[in-house]
């Protein structure tokens, strides 16, 4: 055994982690500086597993303690896969409490649905535990003002999946508008104009055998199965559901605003919201809709996003753009861009890559920054954050505030397509009760985020 597999290896039995006598040691994850950094996993699904397979090969000494997933297949796949990548096979487990309660494991990987987000990473920080937790951090604003309350009390590291937030291309756009070049901002457009059809739910069906569905429902009201809503190896349909989610506006449209929210300097909670949408266009049953057009008022300009599943001609960035620094979208048919209007030139800004291009007079690139996916820039924040103990750039108060305007425009829809006044302070609306309802959500009495975390 060379020095470096017997470095390796030592790691992985003082945090539990055995390997069999034919494993393989993979050379790129895992070894190096004495400060061992264990992780878990909660929610195996594609991205998650990907994600935190990805954060331990690009970071020296982390490792996978653990796996836990409902979902049987998924738990078993992610298992089989971080032994295939890393040379090792973690424990695993259907209940999150186990992970919570074991004191070898640093941090909580939280790629859950949506509805577990905040519970989960709470739960966390009560437990000692760092956090990553993927977007959107939250299903309504009082859990994510509860999320900030909890990394605040226990002292814990937060990090939102908004990658965004560390882009360089992200941080030189930032600069140039803090420099002036932009002139003063005169309005804001955000656009998630993705693809989709008509929507229905299928019939509903007993329980399969491979999934815990009282846990899947978590803090969601109980309801019978249908697999409309859970598949067993991709994705499913939750964010057609309220209960779930806050719908295409919470999954891509939610990186689009927050990376813009960095770029013009993290504006505080807007003061207004218009929201409209409806399934006018296939008039399907899903819940969340199928278009969505919204205004934010930000004082001195307006922040608008338009949020489409029925757009089929647009494209997002493709990825051989997306990776490289290069090269830059098609603006104008790109489905994930945003459009910052300033007095002296229009700022095009690309979602997870693309970069960004200033315009001036007769359509003259004036200034232009490429940029790649920062997933890895995003994963190495995380880890130096937790040695370090430093603010990373995922902050849990910022990307709060990221993820308040989908649930201001979500909202605004479900109160019906109204406009909505807001107090920034307290986080309430002072025009509608219904819209504090929504705002504050509620949850099954086992699941329940406390008043105080």
Known sequence: MNRRNFIKQGVLASAGITLGANTFLAASSCAGAGDRIVLALVGAGGRGTGCIINCCKINENVVIKTVCDVNRTKLAKAVDLVEKELGYRPGHTENMKEI????????????????????????????????????????????????????????????????????????SAREYIRSGKLGKIVTVKCYNMLGGGKWAEQPETPVPAWLDWDKWLGPAPVRPFSPSIVDENGRGGWLNYWAYSGGGLADDASHVMDLCRMVIGDPPHPASV???????????????????????????????????????????????????????????????????????????????????????????????????????????????????????????????????????????????NRQLLFDPRTEQFTNSDEANILARGSSRKEYEVPENV
């Open 100 to 171: 919570l309660d074991d004191r070898d494991v640093d941090a909580v990987w939280v790629a859950t649905p949506e509805h577990w987000h905040s519970l989960a990473a709470i739960w966390a920080c009560q437990a000692g535990k760092d956090v990553y937790v993927e977007k959107n951090p939250s299903i309504n604003i009082r859990e994510g003002r509860k999320t900030v309350e909890a990394a605040r009390k226990y002292k814990r590291i937060v990090q939102t999946g908004f990658q965004n937030r560390s882009a360089p291309y992200g941080f």
């Open 274 to 416: 218009y929201g409209w949408g409806g399934n006018h266009i296939f008039g399907g049953s899903r819940e969340t809709p199928e278009f969505q057009s919204i205004v934010y008022d930000f004082g001195e300009y307006t922040l608008t996003c338009d949020n489409a599943c029925a757009t089929n001609y647009m494209t997002k960035t493709p990825s051989e753009i997306r990776m490289d620094k290069n090269r830059f979208p098609n603006w104008r048919n790109n489905s994930t861009r945003t459009e910052i209007y300033g007095t002296e030139g229009l700022m095009y800004l690309g979602r997870h890559g693309g970069g960004w291009q200033v315009l001036g007079p007769d359509n003259e690139i004036v200034a232009q920054d490429g940029g790649v996916f920062p997933d890895n820039e995003h994963q190495l924040d995380f880890i130096n954050s937790l040695r370090s103990r430093k603010t990373p750039n995922g902050e849990v108060e910022e990307c709060h505030r990221s993820a308040t305007l989908v649930h201001l425009g979500n909202i605004a829809f479900r109160t019906g």
